[in-house]
């Protein structure tokens, strides 16, 4: 069984910081592209970042310059460092792996339990 495993969420005033973690665990051979997503009260869930294996990555237009996303591919883990917080980034934010093999031609889609930051005004 394949799992992900988020940490880091909490409160924080407006304009503070937060880095989220992510790691996957279980049988894995490779995962394909990782990234966050987010859920605000009221709201459908909505992507905010994404990262292949290779490094390239890919962000919601409104976080753009303030979070960061990046990847350990030998822990299996995905991190958010998240600057310059503003209130409407509060949510539940999911950690998400499109692919993960478990052996040489089977994959899952995974997604994590969920972690909320709350953001102060």
């Known amino acids: 069984q394949v799992q992900l495993v988020e940490s880091g969420g909490g409160l924080v005033q407006a304009g503070g910081s937060l880095r989220l973690s992510c790691a996957a665990s279980?049988?894995?051979?490779?995962?394909?592209?990782m990234g966050w997503y987010r859920q605000a009260p009221g709201k459908e869930r909505e992507l905010v970042a994404t990262i292949t294996p290779g490094g390239s990555t890919n962000y919601e237009d409104s976080v753009k310059g303030r979070f960061t996303i990046s990847r350990d591919n030998a822990k299996n883990s995905v991190y958010l460092q998240m600057n310059s917080l503003k209130p409407e980034d509060t949510a539940v934010y999911y950690c998400?792996?499109?692919?993960?093999?478990?052996?040489?031609?089977?994959?899952?889609?995974?997604w994590g339990q969920g972690t909320l930051v709350t953001v102060s005004s």
């Open positions: 279980g049988s894995i051979r490779r995962i394909n592209t």
């Open positions: 998400n792996a499109d692919k993960i093999y478990y052996t040489l031609w089977s994959y899952v889609e995974v």
